[in-house]
């Protein structure tokens, strides 16, 4: 009876051996080299993994840095420090990152707007997006389930009276709520931007007008009143080039919809 307990043990006690020895091999044959300026690179950025600079994520680009070739400022998120951070370790000169921050292209709240019927599917925007088009009257209006607060890492969205809204304090720019925005409200323009239009429905004005109340109706009274040409009507929806934009305010106060708006006035 003690053999029977006691060859079982010695078995299974021999094969770990045998594992871990097996395991030190591997370790020791198979190990490759990391290079340490890719671990202290790594180590500088934010861990956002947004993929705002143009890499999958942070260790894509930290290994892209370490071989470099690759600019130093694409960290979005991490802004001026960080490409200050990623130039000390390589010893090249600090690039200024272009820090830019998000804006939902809709002013569709529940007091503007309506739905069209009562969605209960999954409560998700993508999910509600494939259900012919969304529950709002308006088929460009944001929907409000949330799918880009589920993807933003640094709480900078919210849902007020039906739509999303971006707190530019703690907007990175890092672009994930616009990739996850199935309507595609949702755009990232300069820091200093302050400027935008409040609508992304590109139908005719007289439809536009009997879905919401502040959306663009595409009446170009923006564009000519425009002093240096930084509004453009075009597909009947004002879009701001914001490099013009001298922030005059004359198309704000000119829109008969509200559909401009000012976020710093």
């Given at each position: 009876?003690?053999?029977?307990?006691?060859?079982?043990?010695?078995?299974?006690?021999?094969?770990?051996?045998?594992?871990?020895?097996?395991?030190?091999?591997?370790?020791?044959?198979?190990?490759?080299?990391?290079?340490?300026?890719?671990?202290?690179?790594?180590?500088?950025?934010?861990?956002?993994?947004?993929?705002?600079?143009?890499?999958?994520?942070?260790?894509?680009?930290?290994?892209?840095?370490?071989?470099?070739?690759?600019?130093?400022?694409?960290?979005?998120?991490?802004?001026?420090?960080?490409?200050?951070?990623?130039?000390?370790?390589?010893?090249?000169?600090?690039?200024?990152?272009l820090?830019?921050?998000?804006?939902?292209?809709?002013?569709?709240t529940?007091?503007?707007?309506?739905?069209?019927f009562?969605?209960?599917?999954?409560?998700?925007?993508?999910?509600?997006?494939?259900?012919?088009?969304?529950?709002?009257?308006?088929?460009d209006?944001?929907?409000?389930?949330?799918?880009?607060?589920?993807?933003?890492?640094?709480?900078?969205?919210?849902?007020?009276?039906?739509?999303?809204?971006?707190?530019?304090?703690?907007?990175?720019?890092?672009?994930?709520?616009?990739?996850?925005?199935?309507?595609?409200?949702?755009?990232?323009?300069?820091?200093?931007a302050?400027?935008?239009?409040?609508?992304?429905?590109?139908?005719?004005?007289?439809?536009?007008?009997?879905?919401?109340?502040?959306?663009?109706?595409?009446?170009?009274?923006?564009?000519?009143?425009?002093?240096t040409?930084?509004?453009?009507?075009?597909?009947?929806?004002?879009?701001?080039d914001?490099?013009?934009?001298?922030?005059?305010?004359?198309c704000?106060?000119?829109?008969?919809?509200?559909?401009?708006?000012?976020?710093?006035?």
């Open positions: 009876m003690p053999n029977e307990i006691l060859y079982p043990v010695l078995i299974l006690g021999g094969l770990g051996i045998l594992a871990t020895v097996i395991l030190f091999i591997a370790a020791k044959f198979m190990h490759v080299p990391v290079d340490e300026r890719q671990v202290a690179l790594r180590a500088a950025l934010p861990g956002a993994n947004c993929g705002a600079c143009g890499f999958a994520g942070c260790d894509d680009y930290a290994k892209a840095l370490a071989a470099g070739g690759v600019k130093t400022n694409l960290c979005v998120p991490g802004g001026d420090a960080c490409a200050k951070a990623v130039s000390e370790i390589l010893g090249t000169e600090a690039e200024d990152v820090e830019k921050k998000a804006f939902v292209r809709c002013g569709g529940c007091e503007n707007t309506e739905k069209l009562r969605y209960k599917g999954t409560p998700t925007c993508r999910a509600c997006n494939a259900f012919y088009a969304g529950d709002g009257i308006c088929n209006m944001c929907l409000g389930y949330g799918d880009c607060i589920a993807a933003c890492k640094f709480e900078a969205i919210s849902i007020k009276d039906g739509i999303a809204v971006i707190n530019r304090q703690r907007c990175t720019g890092c672009g994930m709520c616009m990739e996850a925005c199935p309507k595609n409200l949702i755009i990232l323009e300069g820091k200093a302050q400027v935008f239009v409040r609508c992304h429905n590109e139908r005719k004005g007289a439809t536009t007008r009997k879905s919401c109340k502040v959306g663009c109706i595409g009446c170009h009274a923006c564009e000519k009143i425009c002093p040409g930084a509004i453009t009507v075009e597909n009947n929806l004002a879009r701001v914001q490099e013009k934009c001298i922030r005059c305010g004359a704000v106060e000119k829109c008969p919809t509200h559909a401009i708006v000012d976020l710093g006035a």
